[in-house]
Structure formats: C-alpha cells, structure tokens
Nanobody
C-alpha cells in the first residue's frame, strides 16, 4: 500500500557529499512530519533530521551545520543533503513519515559508507 523508497546512498570519501532522496507513493493520508533516521552496526537507530508540515526543520547535534533536510512542493519527496561527511556518518539511512493521525511508515533504507 504505502511505499517509501530511499535512494542516493553509496561510498564516499571523508569530506565528501551525498544527497539522499525518499519518494513516497500511495499516500492516502496527510503527512505531519518527514524524518531521516540512521542506524550504524551495533547501535540503536537515531533521528538525524526532521521536517514538519509547516517546513520547520531540526537536526541531531552530530550533523547540524553539515546536513540539510528539504521537501518537494508535492510534499511526498524528501531529501537529505549531506556535506562534510565523516566516517562516523556511516550507517543505513531510513526515511520515515508520520501521518497526521500518528501512523508511522518506513522506507527500506539506503547504505551510506564514508571512508577515511
């Protein structure tokens, strides 16, 4: 039914950049907030960035100033521009959508690997 598909992950050198995309389809509800999470091996999934329906954004301290979350006018595509990447950014990155009714939906994840 609802589908979120991430793309744009890959291997990049430290200091490089990547842009992740998340395309939503079959959305039958109003979106309240869209998020990017990440999970490194052996660690808990953490919230990286969020963008609200009103366009407000917030970031984890570890990525503030380096990452930017944005959304298309259609409001069903969300991006994460990642600059000045560090090895500690290596993780699987997940798109997450919260509906206005509180429902949560997840993408399958895209791997980001940052080499030294």
């Amino acid at each position: 039914q609802v589908q979120l598909v991430e793309s744009g992950g890959g291997l990049v050198q430290s200091g490089g950049s990547l842009r992740l995309s998340c395309a939503a389809s079959r959305i039958t509800f109003s979106i309240y907030v869209m998020n990017w999470y990440r999970q490194a091996p052996g660690k808990q999934r953490e919230l990286v960035a969020t963008i609200s329906r009103g366009g407000g954004t917030d970031y984890a301290d570890s990525v503030k100033g380096r990452f930017t979350i944005s959304r298309d006018k259609d409001e069903i595509t969300v991006y994460l521009q990642m600059n000045s990447l560090k090895p500690e950014d290596t993780a699987v990155y997940y798109c997450n959508v919260i509906s206005s009714r509180g429902g949560a939906y997840w993408g399958q994840g895209t791997q980001v690997t940052v080499s030294s």
